[in-house]
Each structure stands twice: as C-alpha cells, then as structure tokens.
C-alpha cells in the first residue's frame, strides 16, 4: 500500500500559522460551498455521558480538492481535573480519487483552533464595515486570541477590547493580543461598553444565555458569533439576531440546529426566509455588507468545509517543508 | 501528550487471527448490545460520486472498554481498474475516560474483514442446528473463505459448498476453504442445491436481486445474510424472510435501512413486531432457535460496537506481543 504521512502537533504548529495563505484556502472552501457541489454530510455526534465527554465527527469533499478531510474532535470536560486539554482530536486525509489514507494530522485540535479563527476573518473580510478602529472580542480563552489575530489580517484596526467574565483571564488575554499584534489592548468589565465602542466584535464564548443584548447594537458593526456549536448555546440576544440588517451563515442547516439562529427561532424569530450563507457572499452571489453604517451578524458553527480545506493546507504545506514522518501503511 | 500506538496492516495480521478470542469479544459487544447501555449513533455516509466512491463512518461505545473506535470504511469502486483494492480504512481507538488517541489501526479493511466473520460465527453459534454436517457459502471472495473458516469454531461441519456466479471463482475459494479447514470443499454451479444439503448457508454476495428463493427453505437451516449493508443490496428472496420461524438481525434500524429487513418491508412484508435483535439472543432475552427443525435468519448489516470489540482487542493483543510504533503525538 501507499506511504503514509504522519504529522504531529508539533510538526503542524511548525508547517501552518495563521496567515493570509490560511484565509485563501477557508475563504475557497467557502465559496465552494455556495457552489452547491461540495459533499457534506450531517455531523456524526457521540455522547459519553459516563465520562462527561462527546465526540463529533464532520467531513466534507471540495471539488477540485486531491483529498479530503474526516475530523474527529472528542470534548471531554472532566480532563482538566487530571491536567490534560478538554479539546482533543485529528484529522484524517484522504484521497478523493481512490479513498487511500494520505496523512494523519494528530493536531490535537490544533488545526480546528486555525480553521475556526480563519473563517471568522473571511466573514469580517466580507461583512464588517470597511474601517475599523476599534475590534472586541467576548470571551478570553485560545479563540478569542486566535480570532483576533485573524480579523486584523483583514481590518487592521488599532485597539482591542476584551471582555470576559474573569477579569485576570480578559487581562492576560489583552496582553497576548497587545503583544502579537502590536497595538492597543485592554481588557474591560462591561460587555457592553466593549460592543458600543468596537465596529468589529467577534462572540467566542459558550455562553447557555446572551451574552450581546440587542440594546447594544450600533451603526456600523459587525459581529462575528462563533461561540455557539451545540443545541444549548446561545451567545447573541436573539432580537439582535433578528434586527441585523444582514444575518448570515456558514451553513443555515447547523446554525439552525446548533447556532444562533436555532436560539431565535426557538423565540419565533427569524422563521421566514432562508438567511444567505458566508459562502454566497463571498461567492458574490448574495450582497454582504450594503452600507458603512449596516449591522450585520455572521454565526459560524464550523463545517467540515473548513477542514478539509485546513488539513489539504496542512499536508501540502508539511510536504513542501520537508516536516513528518512517512510509514508505509 | 500521550502516546499514540501506530499499527499498520502487517502489525495487525501478525497480532489478530480469526480464533475463539476474537468471537468471545465480539459475542460481548453483541451481549452488551443488548443491555442498552451501548451508545451507537447512525452511520456517517458521504457518497462521492465524481470518483464512484463513497465512504462510511461507524462508531460506539461500549461500556466497560477502556476505549472506544471510531472506524472510517472508503470504498472506491474504480480503483481495481488501476490495481488498488476498492475497500480500505481505518480504525482509531480513543479513550473513553479522556478522548485522547491510544492508537491508530490502519488496517485497510482487515479488521473489519475480521470482526464481520467473527459475527457470522455468533449468529452461527446461537441460531445454526446444533448439528451441522454441511455448510454452504453464496459467494466467493474474501468473506465467503472467512465466514466458513469462523462458522467451523463453532460448528465442526466436515463438508462445505461454494457457489458463486463465477466457477473459477468459486472452485478456487472451495480449494481454499478444504486447505485451511481440512474439510471437503467443492464449487457447485446450482444454489439451490448448495442450500438444500446445508444446514448452514451463510450469504456473502453484493447482490441487488435475490439469490436465495424462498422455495429452497428447509427444515432445520439456518442462514446468515452478511452481503446487504446499503439500501440497494437484496441477497434473500423477502418472501424467505417472512416465512423463517425466527428472523432476526444486528440491529433494527440498520436492517430495516440497509439489510435485507429493508426489502422485505419494501414489498410490505415484516412490517408487524419488532424482530429480536442478535444480541438479545446472544443475552438471553429473546429466545434463539426453538427446534433442531426450525429454520432461522440472521441479517447483519455490521454494527460500530463490533468496531470497538475488534480494535480494542486488536490494541491489546499488539501490546502484549510487543507489536506496533509509539509516537509521541
């Protein structure tokens, strides 16, 4: 059989960071997506209540992509108790053409932090108002650093708000992005000052209750909910949701049942037509933003789109760099 | 983070062999099945038709296993015409306490070639006559040579028949069957005959229409269906299924979407009770086979528990022999 290319953690850390090569390959694999010939099958879930964890499984094939992509992400939440990450997980490539194994990415989440934080720039690349001053972020953990990161490779704004509910963990998290981006970054105790003065906020919480009241929706901003990924999340105050001038998504069939759209609707909201998906925007087949002084939302849920446009990356990135270990299978 | 164990094909045909121990953990994930406590979610299936590929995701957990497996099963049906085997896969073998990767079982099908004869060999032991003289197989590759070659550790048959559409074929699996089992095995061009002398026929083909009529049922015989795992495949005439004194199956909902309970209740037939499953016999908490006279189906469509069964084992019997790759993930 074939040889088979193994990359570690370390091995992808060292062959993708999060650049504008990153952004290239999410934004396609989103604009495939509105094509209508991408395969995406419904997520694969698990839940092992005895062990307080849940496994999901997504893939998804590009035409035009050599591979494809199955991710395998298991979520315990008793891990941090015994000192391991509650996120795990790999990535598994394979080719298009014959179905033969052509890599194993044990990223242990590594490339779904990446994938994530990419896609939250393709919808501020295509959604946020085109001068941004002032970015913020809700939450303080990996996504809130990484999404940032990302959207300033798009809106290289200047100062970053950063809210969270434990102050010391907001506080160390404005002092990374201050640090990796060089620019202005404090952290601030109220969430909605942090909204009211940013033309860009980006959720990335796993917040059960609204963390965004509609009270705080302004001209001239976008928001970025990426937080919620399950039936009982819910980041965005449902009218916000419903009083956007634009409300998108990456996929409208998983933010209806996972996303802030399944929230809205359960209020009875947003019940009419069919919102546009990320993809049809950037495909030009659906206007994004129409005015500087618009409100738009974007709800990403993670498609399996994303990772086999990550993973392909990844791999094709690791060979050219020499990185891995090949065995024969 | 931990280690991950990295067994190729070679590791696992040196480590796992069709013996005694291999149907004991596959009759416990089939008893275990039964208790209800076994969380298996509906296979992840994505069909990619510009390659005629497709490629399935089956998993489950099974409580009281250390792990649990997730198993991805490509099928790429052109790949003969370029010399490369149409089935491949993988299995990956998780911790149930913490997500992590223990291993990766990259056994090109073998595993699952394994843990589907060794079900035959369950439905055998529980539902076959208690005296089995003669053994047919419909059927002639791979599966045909390991159904029997299972069946025979648990019912010492001394004579064996091979049909298959092909006569070559068949004669070369017979030569097979008598070499590994010391056994009188012979090709026959007529099924039909092949199944009026067995008492045990067990079905292997990819057939669309049915090649076992219902007119050659006879008393004390009992029939494995393992063939049809997709709604298109039908191997046993319907009107057979419904005339069995006791039909039943791997699990209802798989048979009744892809196995031959699918094509029965197409032509409205066993649309009354729900059928017992296997590991409910296997249990004892439905009865198996009534009478030596009786004559029993069994349909197995393969179940992600038997996955979890089969790589857990694999994973402990490579360890204890020293067998496989640490990699630090």
Redesign the interface.
């Known amino acids: ?1 074939a040889d ?1 290319a ?1 990359l ?3 091995d992808l850390r060292q062959a993708v960071t999060l650049d504008v090569r990153v952004l290239a390959v999410v934004e396609e694999a989103f604009r495939l997506l509105a094509s209508g010939k991408v ?1 995406m ?8 209540k ?2 307080h ?1 849940e ?1 999901d ?1 997504k ?1 998804a ?1 590009l ?1 035009g992509f050599d591979n ?1 992509a ?1 991710k ?1 992400s ?3 939440f008793d ?1 941090p108790k ?1 000192g ?1 990450p509650s996120l ?3 990535m ?1 490539l ?1 080719s ?6 052509t890599a ?1 990415l ?1 990223d ?1 989440g590594y490339l779904t932090d990446i994938r994530t934080a990419a896609a939250g720039a393709v919808a501020a690349k295509y959604l946020a108002p085109k001068k941004v001053e002032t970015a913020a972020v809700l939450g303080a953990g990996m996504q809130a650093r990484l999404q940032i990161i990302a959207a300033h490779l798009v809106r290289p704004f200047n100062k970053v708000l950063v809210w969270g509910r434990d102050k010391a963990k907001a506080e160390a998290c404005a002092k990374d992005i201050a640090k990796a981006l060089k620019v202005k970054a404090e952290a601030v105790t109220d969430a909605a000052q942090a909204v009211g003065e940013a033309q860009l906020v980006v959720t990335t919480t796993s917040a059960k209750k609204p963390i965004l009241r509609a009270e705080w929706l302004h001209k001239g901003l976008h928001i970025t909910a990426m937080g919620s990924d399950q039936a009982g999340k819910n980041e965005i105050d449902p009218r916000a949701v419903a009083l956007a001038d634009l409300y998108s998504c990456d996929r409208v069939a998983q933010a209806a049942a996972l996303g802030e759209l399944r929230a809205a609707r359960a209020l009875g909201l947003m019940n009419g037509n069919t919102p546009p998906e990320l993809g049809q925007i950037v495909a030009g087949l659906h206007p994004g933003r129409a005015l500087e002084s618009a409100i738009t939302i974007c709800d990403l849920t993670g498609t399996g789109a994303q990772d086999t446009a990550i993973a392909s990356h990844a791999y094709a990135s690791a060979q050219k760099a020499g990185i891995g ?1 090949m ?3």
Chains 1, 2 share one sequence.
């Open positions: 059989m088979i193994i570690t953690e370390k395969i099958p419904p997520i694969l879930s698990m839940e092992i005895d062990a964890g496994v499984v893939t094939y035409p494809f199955i395998v298991p979520g315990f891990n015994i391991l795990n997980g790999l598994i394979f298009a053409k014959t179905g033969l194994v194993l044990l242990n270990t065995i024969k299978s």
